[in-house]
């Protein structure tokens, strides 16, 4: 015999649909602030930073050249006075190679880290865009889907339960007509018997010959009665 359904979480597929679709929608804006994080930080990295030291590199050049030019000077001074001296042109030359080398060293970790960060973007992004994907594209058809089941289970669920089937009326054949005539004959005639059994027989009557034994009983013994008296007399 066949079973119904046991239809009973409904109500927690409900409840995962809208888990699901908040879930979705929290993707959806973590995917967001991470694409555009990776941008701010490509953009840091290779037009403000690099372009930046890019351009004290240059300026550092340009300040190691003046100082070298200044000292030089300087120099040509001193040799036609013992009393000039060159020691701030000297310190300005090491104030301006110690930033060039600086700048430069900016410049090449820099360069460093860049293919580092697209490399590591580059696995983000192959582990972030199948879901990206799912998001945007098939997860409107989950959700469908889903839709469909807890629909289907409503109703399936407000459907009432069949009723019992009420029998059907027997009808009686020819055959089964004299069959009960005659359990009903046997039933009459099995009460008739018992009710006969049941009442007392009636006293029976003597017949001739119990009657004429009583009867010849009755007068031998009164002839014996008759002989007991006149022995009991004596001769006379």
């Given at each position: 015999m066949s079973q119904g359904a046991n239809v009973r979480s409904v109500d927690a597929l409900k409840d995962f649909k809208i888990a699901l679709i908040n879930f979705a929608e929290e993707a959806r804006v973590a995917l967001g602030s991470t694409d555009m994080e990776i941008r701010h930080v490509r953009n840091w990295l290779t037009r403000d930073q690099l372009s930046y030291w890019q351009s004290q590199v240059k300026r550092g050049q340009e300040r190691v050249s003046m100082?070298?030019?200044?000292?030089?000077?300087?120099?040509?001074?001193?040799?036609?006075?013992?009393?000039?001296?060159?020691?701030?042109?000297?310190?300005?030359?090491?104030?301006?190679?110690?930033?060039?080398?600086?700048?430069?060293?900016?410049?090449?970790?820099?360069?460093?880290?860049?293919?580092?960060?697209?490399?590591?973007?580059?696995?983000?992004?192959?582990?972030?865009?199948?879901?990206?994907?799912?998001l945007s594209g098939s997860f409107a058809a989950t959700i469908n889907v889903l839709n469909r089941m807890i629909a289907a289970l409503d109703s399936y669920l407000s459907e009432a339960a069949p009723s019992t089937p009420v029998s059907a009326p027997i009808h009686s054949t020819p055959g089964s007509r004299s069959e009960a005539k005659s359990t009903a004959s046997s039933a009459a005639q099995s009460g008739e018997t018992a009710e006969t059994q049941a009442v007392p027989a009636p006293e029976t009557l003597p017949t001739a010959g119990e009657k004429a034994g009583a009867t010849a009983g009755e007068g031998a013994g009164e002839t014996l009665a008759e002989g007991r008296a006149a022995a009991a007399a004596g001769p006379q």
């Open positions: 100082a070298k030019a200044e000292l030089f000077r300087r120099q040509l001074s001193q040799s036609n006075s013992d009393a000039v001296s060159d020691t701030d042109q000297k310190e300005a030359l090491r104030d301006a190679q110690r930033r060039l080398r600086e700048a430069e060293e900016k410049v090449e970790k820099i360069k460093r880290w860049v293919p580092v960060f697209e490399h590591a973007t580059s696995e983000y992004n192959s582990q972030s865009q199948p879901l990206g994907d799912h």
